[in-house]
């Protein structure tokens, strides 16, 4: 993740079928190292916020905050569409990569 930035952002499940994290998984394989779960919205208003883990039962209209890592941003938004979810809303500003150390600070 140093060689690129990364976005936080909410996605609602619009499916009808209900993901059980310990038995179907949330994210492939092949999209780990680029789309991580974090955390996990649910009731009115989606208020109840809980980590993503094991124990976790996503259903539709819930949402869960993802970090998105943006040199593989197509790849996961391509499959977070394919599965039925959609962008709430960008949590915090995408985060630019960080910047190579000054020779003064490598220095000191």
Known sequence: MRKGGVAVECWEYRQRHTIDVASDGLVPTKLRSS????LHHRGRGAR???????STRIRKRQRITFLLVESRRSDAEAWLGEQGWRLVAPIAARTPPPAEPTE?????
């Open 35 to 38: 789309l991580l779960p974090l």
């Open 104 to 108: 003064a600070e490598v220095i000191s």
């Open 48 to 54: 109840r916020v809980t980590p993503v883990g094991e």
